[in-house]
């Protein structure tokens, strides 16, 4: 009996540390990425600003599992229906029951010109482009525009990191930072509160938010941009262009981010756990692609892949074991917005130094729990020092 994860983000370490307690020992168990490093993604906004929490934010694989085989290759195809693997190698790997957490990767909607010219941020090596040009632009005499599209947690936190760099820098009065959000707010699927605070942090630190507004072409030195509701053009300098705007599946699933319901199943032996799918909750509600959902998704995951390879090693008695549901509560919501940050916790809205200590501790807490205690001693020290 082989279980098998594709993916080491948040979803695939979470759900591959919880099966190591709960598989029965006659299981094997595989974790396949193809990196050999698992990066903590909600803090690489960070390294614009601070490239030395690389350190505290990417952990080698090798350090993280007790059990588990760790391969690190390329995945170009799954096929959940069959249970088979293709790596680019072309080797094969098939799998009794396995979970799809690959995460996602930037949407450009075939808007001309926003994939050639738009920096997209998921990577650490991303982040060090954005800073590059940005130090570029900084350490000039002239002005200069830096746009971001999409408002989303990324946008708005990539933008807050822009702010607080000029503002290092010296250069906050020749630089413009301008955040574009198609829908009608900023953070559109959090609730409104923490909507308002952080509009009201970003507007703070001088960053222009321009909501209903999208990208409708880019080329190497401007954003062109619609109103949503009036239909009025316009068109924006970016000497920088940072898009944020939306995700698509990943490559090897053919772009598709496929619906999963409660039990997070896909097919009879397939999960989809984070970013990779659509999940709609036991309340029937859409989950926020988000580190906060995908390490909560993977508890459900971990039982429910348990229950059925018990299952199925003592003979497929009976009807198929009952699944857990998976139902996303989440006790709140922190962003940063340059050194400052936003929290929403139940119905209290904070900012201040209150929500950074909550920001650095919601880190260091997810660093700790995967055995990574001097990373987030280190991560700490990078967070409350920003
Ligand atoms: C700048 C930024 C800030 C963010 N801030 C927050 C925040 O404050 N709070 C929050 O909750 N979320 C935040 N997010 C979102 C969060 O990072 C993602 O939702 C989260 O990473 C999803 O976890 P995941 O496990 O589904 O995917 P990922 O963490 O993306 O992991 C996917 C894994 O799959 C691997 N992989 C992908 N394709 C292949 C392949 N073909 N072959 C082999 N391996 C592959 C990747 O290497 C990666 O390790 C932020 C994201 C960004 C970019």
New binding site residues.
Partial sequence: MHVVV?????????LTRKLEETLPPEADLTI????DT??V?????RVIRRPSITDAIEVPLASLFDRAAVVT????NVDPDANEVV??SGETLSYDYGAL?????TAFYDLPGVEAHGQT??AVGD?EAIRGRALDLLGGDTPASIVVGGA???GV??AGELAALADEKGASDRIDITLLEQLDTVAPVFPEAFQDAVADELTERGIEIQVETAVTEATESAVATQHQATGETDTLDADLFVW?GG?AG???MAGDRPVVRRDLRLTNSTFA????ARIVDADGEAV????????RAADPAAENITRLVEWELAGRGGFEPELTPFRFNVPG????VGDGAVAQVGPEVVSGGAAKAL?AS?GAGYLSSIREVQKATELVGEELEA
């Fill in positions: 594709l993916g080491a983000g948040y979803a695939g370490v979470t396949v990425d193809e990196s698992h990066l993604q909600h803090e690489v906004h290759a390329r995945v170009e790596f680019d957490c690959l995460g996602a990767e941020l998921k982040a989303g947690l990324s936190q990539v944020t995700i990943p490559e090897s756990v984070g970013d990779t926020p692609a988000s580190a906060s959902a995908a390490i919501w922190i962003v940063s920001k919601v």
